[in-house]
């Protein structure tokens, strides 16, 4: 087998399920201050939820699902007027804090507060399909300026993780080699990058959509529509080969496989090691195997983010080497370097993650190919559902059926 094959096989299966996960995703409200192409979520006014509500939320997760971290997500959770009680209520129930956020309304004084309410990391959305102002017709690479200033706003503050995601258009895919040395350009203050692969619901002729016996335009689904016309089947060994046109060596770890498709890559997990100025190489699957078991023996839970001082202090994993090979090819690449450089002996080796997401697949029969041990799962009516699809229990309470036209119904 090709060391560098993308199957199954080649890599490891991310343990996370619906009742053990990393992550679980809060959304305090569905109000948000940007447009974004491709969102999920309505932007809905009169959406923030009560503190008692997001309690009863954080409950059903306390109840039904082993979690690590919490993203606290919506929506825009910033603008929630009640956002560091929010914080507050996670961290006191015995959870990681995440904010996902567009970075609009964060200030200084806003994240300190963040902070000291225990926030542990920020997962920022830039991306060239937004209505930033200032910042319209903007590109990916033109959009490092803003990414750049959210990054040095949190290391200045410091003892937070820095995430970046973006959403991946076939008119913006050639960018995503470009932001991937980006992120090895500021590896010191920048500890995961995130590739989400643009998806609408399915507009083939062939299918109709359902819910119970009714039928449905569907056209009013934030994510229904798409007036371009553009893909909307790009997939994560896609980005993979745009990458390895300028990384040739690039290799994911680990993966989450889709619901119906074991052999689809629904998330694809890349480690690696490096500083500035070269990646040593990337970490392999023992490795990540080891790192999810070792922390779910010993906290009950499987890792999401990672204290941001360990990302930093990459040459600690080194002695795992005689465990993964892909530790091994980093160590024999970083001391190669030091001969030739001895100075390099004294720069730190930082650890980044990078992530592509490939959403919800609509398969040739009508049947919806999901991401298995979704990490994003969150809460309607005290069950745990997917956030991506929520707007479908919003409108319908219930989930939307994608049936073949004359053909008996596949329910999903």
Same mark, same amino acid.
């Given at each position: 087998?090709?060391?560098?094959?993308?199957?199954?096989?080649? @890599?490891?299966? *991310?343990?996370?399920? #619906? =009742?053990?996960?990393?992550?679980?995703?809060?959304?305090? %409200?569905?109000?948000? &201050? !940007?447009?974004?192409?491709?969102?999920?979520?309505?932007?809905?006014?009169?959406?923030?939820?009560?503190?008692?509500?997001?309690?009863?939320?954080?409950?059903?997760?306390?109840?039904?699902?082993?979690?690590?971290?919490?993203?606290?997500?919506?929506?825009?959770?910033?603008?929630?007027?009640?956002?560091?009680?929010?914080?507050?209520?996670?961290?006191?129930?015995?959870?990681?804090?995440?904010?996902?956020?567009?970075?609009?309304?964060?200030?200084?004084?806003?994240?300190?507060?963040?902070?000291?309410?225990?926030?542990?990391?920020?997962?920022?959305?830039?991306?060239?399909?937004?209505?930033?102002?200032?910042?319209?017709?903007?590109?990916?690479?033109? @959009?490092?300026? *803003?990414?750049?200033? #959210? =990054?040095?706003?949190?290391?200045?503050?410091?003892?937070? %993780?820095?995430?970046? &995601? !973006?959403?991946?258009?076939?008119?913006?895919?050639?960018?995503?080699?470009?932001?991937?040395?980006?992120?090895?350009?500021?590896?010191?203050?920048?500890?995961?990058?995130?590739?989400?692969?643009?998806?609408?619901?399915?507009?083939?002729?062939?299918?109709?959509?359902?819910?119970?016996?009714?039928?449905?335009?569907?056209?009013?689904?934030?994510?229904?529509?798409?007036?371009?016309?553009?893909?909307?089947?790009?997939?994560?060994?896609?980005?993979?080969?745009?990458?390895?046109?300028?990384?040739?060596?690039?290799?994911?770890?680990?993966?989450?496989?889709?619901?119906?498709?074991?052999?689809?890559?629904?998330?694809?997990?890349?480690?690696?090691?490096?500083?500035?100025?070269?990646?040593?190489?990337?970490?392999?699957?023992?490795?990540?195997?080891?790192?999810? %078991?070792?922390?779910?023996?010993?906290?009950?839970?499987?890792?999401?983010?990672?204290?941001?001082?360990?990302?930093?202090?990459?040459?600690?994993?080194?002695?795992?080497?005689?465990?993964?090979?892909?530790?091994?090819?980093?160590?024999?690449?970083?001391?190669?370097?030091?001969?030739?450089?001895?100075?390099?002996?004294?720069?730190?080796?930082?650890?980044?993650?990078?992530?592509?997401?490939?959403?919800?697949?609509?398969?040739?029969?009508?049947?919806?190919?999901?991401?298995?041990?979704?990490?994003?799962?969150?809460?309607?009516?005290?069950?745990?559902?997917?956030?991506?699809?929520?707007?479908?229990?919003?409108?319908?309470?219930?989930?939307?059926?994608?049936?073949?036209?004359?053909?008996?119904?596949?329910?999903?």
């Amino acid at each position: 087998m090709n060391n560098l094959e993308i199957t199954p096989q080649n @890599l490891y299966r *991310l343990p996370w399920n #619906l =009742a053990d996960n990393a992550i679980s995703w809060l959304e305090p %409200t569905s109000k948000c &201050n !940007l447009y974004c192409d491709g969102c999920y979520r309505e932007n809905r006014n009169d959406s923030h939820k009560s503190l008692e509500d997001v309690r009863k939320d954080l409950e059903v997760f306390k109840t039904l699902r082993k979690t690590d971290s919490i993203s606290i997500a919506g929506g825009e959770p910033l603008m929630h007027p009640e956002i560091l009680e929010i914080v507050k209520i996670v961290k006191e129930m015995g959870w990681k804090p995440v904010i996902n956020t567009n970075g609009e309304l964060l200030t200084m004084e806003l994240l300190r507060k963040l902070k000291d309410a225990g926030v542990i990391g920020f997962t920022f959305h830039v991306d060239s399909g937004q209505g930033r102002a200032h910042w319209k017709g903007k590109n990916e690479m033109e @959009l490092n300026e *803003l990414r750049l200033k #959210l =990054a040095t706003m949190l290391a200045e503050v410091g003892g937070m %993780t820095c995430s970046f &995601n !973006l959403t991946v258009y076939p008119e913006n895919i050639e960018y995503v080699p470009k932001l991937i040395k980006w992120a090895q350009d500021h590896i010191d203050i920048v500890h995961v990058l995130v590739f989400i692969i643009y998806r609408i619901a399915v507009r083939n002729k062939d299918y109709d959509y359902f819910v119970g016996n009714e039928k449905l335009t569907f056209e009013e689904i934030a994510y229904s529509v798409d007036k371009d016309e553009r893909r909307t089947d790009v997939t994560s060994l896609e980005v993979i080969e745009e990458i390895r046109k300028s990384e040739p060596d690039f290799m994911p770890c680990a993966f989450l496989n889709g619901t119906y498709k074991p052999d689809s890559f629904k998330w694809l997990l890349t480690g690696r090691m490096g500083n500035k100025h070269q990646i040593f190489g990337y970490v392999g699957p023992r490795f990540m195997e080891l790192v999810q %078991t070792v922390k779910h023996l010993f906290t009950d839970k499987y890792l999401a983010y990672a204290d941001s001082k360990l990302n930093r202090r990459g040459r600690l994993y080194f002695w795992l080497s005689f465990m993964d090979k892909g530790i091994w090819n980093i160590c024999k690449s970083y001391f190669k370097s030091i001969l030739t450089k001895p100075l390099a002996f004294f720069s730190k080796v930082h650890y980044q993650s990078i992530m592509i997401i490939q959403p919800i697949d609509v398969l040739k029969n009508g049947e919806m190919n999901m991401c298995d041990g979704c990490p994003d799962i969150s809460v309607y009516n005290g069950e745990l559902v997917w956030s991506c699809r929520m707007e479908e229990l919003y409108k319908y309470d219930q989930w939307a059926r994608v049936v073949i036209k004359d053909k008996p119904e596949v329910q999903i």
